[in-house]
C-alpha cells in the first residue's frame, strides 16, 4: 500500500465504508471497444492500492461477462472489496439499441443467482435495480430484494434511474444504501429532485459517467472518432451538430483546468466530487476506465478543490448541452419525473 490513498466515506447511512471515488468496470468486457485483459487487471490491481474499495459492475456487461471477469479479483481480495452489481436490463445483442427492462419476482431470483455464480461469492455488497419497470410496483420489487438480504444473499441494497418519488417509496420497504444515476458537468437532471431526496433519507449518491462517457476529457469529439461497436456511437449528444455543438462547451473546463494545472478529466471529476459537499449528501463518483493511469489521473481529482471563480466558470455548461442522454429517455429518472 501506499500514502496516496484516497479518503473514504460511507454509503449512506445503512452501508459500508468505501474510498471517495469508484471505479465503473463495463467498459472492461462491454461498450468501449476492444479492451486489453491484462492492462484491466492491472488497472484493478492500482485502483484497489490507492484506496478504491467500491467496484461497479451489473449482468448485462456483456451478458455477464463483465461478472466473470472480475470473478478472480474479487475472490483475491474479497475482505477489501465492495462488490456492486445489478439486475433488470437486458440488452438485445442483436440490436444494442433494444433494452428490456423486468423488475418481477422470478426473474430477480433468477438473476441473483446467476450473478452469484458468475461472481463466484457467497453475497454481493451492494445489489442495485439497474432501470425501472412500470408495470411492476417498486414496493414489490424492493421487497424481492429485501428477501434477498434476509436470505444473505445480499448486504445492502441500492436503485438505480428511479425518481425522488421512487426512492421514497423504496425506502418506506427497506433501508436503501445508494442511487446511482448520470451526473456530471453535462447530466445535472438529478439536482431537481433526486438529490433533495436522496439527502433527506440518508441515501448516497453513485454519479455514473461523471465523465460524460469519456467526452469531457477531449478524448474523442464526435462519435465517427470511435470504434464500430462502441455504444456511445448511438447517443444522441455525440452525433451530428450536437457533438460539435457539446465539444464547444468544454472551453470553460480547459480554462479552469489551466489555472489548477490539471486535465480536463481532473476538473470534470473534481466537480462531481465537490457536490457532496454543496448538497450535503455522500457523492461517490465511478469513473470507469481500463488503464493504471487513468485511475491515478482520476483519483488526483478528490484533491483538487475548485473555488468560486471556478465553479462560477462551469456552472453554465449542462444548460446549454445539445442532445438527451438516450436516444429513449423513458428508462432514465428524468423522463419520468
Not at 436470505?151 to 441500492?158: I, P, Q, T, W
Not at 487513468?294 to 449542462?318: C, F, H, Q, Y
Amino acid at each position: 500500500m501506499t500514502d496516496d490513498r484516497i479518503a473514504t466515506v460511507r454509503l449512506g447511512a445503512t452501508g459500508p465504508e468505501v474510498g471517495v471515488q469508484g471505479l465503473g468496470c463495463m467498459g472492461m468486457s462491454f461498450a468501449y471497444g476492444p479492451s486489453d485483459a491484462g492492462e484491466s487487471r492491472a488497472t484493478l490491481e492500482r485502483a484497489l492500492e490507492l484506496g478504491v474499495t467500491l467496484y461497479d459492475t451489473a449482468d448485462a456487461y456483456g451478458a455477464g461477462e463483465n461478472e466473470r471477469f472480475l470473478s478472480p479479483f474479487f475472490k483475491a481480495h474479497r475482505d477489501e472489496v465492495v462488490i456492486a452489481t445489478k439486475f433488470a436490463l437486458t440488452i438485445d445483442p442483436d440490436d444494442p439499441t433494444k433494452r428490456i427492462i423486468r423488475n418481477d419476482t422470478p426473474y430477480i431470483r433468477q438473476c441473483i443467482e446467476a450473478s452469484l455464480k458468475r461472481l463466484d461469492v457467497d453475497a454481493i455488497d451492494l445489489y442495485y435495480m439497474h432501470r425501472r419497470d412500470v408495470n411492476v410496483p417498486i414496493e414489490e420489487t424492493v421487497g424481492v430484494m429485501a428477501d434477498l438480504v434476509r436470505e444473505g444473499k445480499v448486504k445492502h441494497l441500492g436503485l438505480s434511474e428511479v425518481t425522488a418519488d421512487e426512492l421514497r417509496a423504496a425506502q418506506t420497504v427497506h433501508p436503501i444504501a445508494a442511487v446511482q444515476s448520470e451526473w456530471s458537468l453535462f447530466s445535472r437532471d438529478i439536482e431537481a429532485k433526486v438529490v433533495p431526496a436522496a439527502r433527506e433519507l440518508d441515501v448516497a449518491l453513485v454519479p455514473y459517467s461523471p465523465l460524460g462517457r469519456g467526452f469531457l476529457t477531449g478524448s474523442f469529439a464526435k462519435a465517427e472518432d470511435l470504434t464500430s461497436d462502441d455504444f456511445r456511437r448511438q447517443q444522441p449528444r455525440f452525433t451530428g451538430d450536437n457533438a460539435a455543438a457539446n465539444a464547444a462547451l468544454l472551453e470553460p473546463i480547459r480554462t479552469v483546468a489551466e489555472a489548477h494545472g490539471a486535465t480536463l478529466g481532473q476538473i470534470a471529476l473534481a466537480w462531481v466530487q465537490q457536490q457532496a459537499a454543496l448538497h450535503g449528501l455522500p457523492v461517490i463518483p465511478i469513473p470507469g476506465t481500463r488503464k493504471p493511469t487513468r485511475v491515478e489521473e482520476n483519483l488526483g481529482a478528490t484533491r483538487i478543490v475548485l473555488g468560486e471563480k471556478d465553479m462560477e466558470l462551469l456552472e453554465p455548461i449542462a444548460a446549454k448541452v445539445a442532445g438527451d442522454r438516450y436516444a429513449d429517455m423513458r428508462f432514465a429518472s428524468a423522463g419520468r419525473e
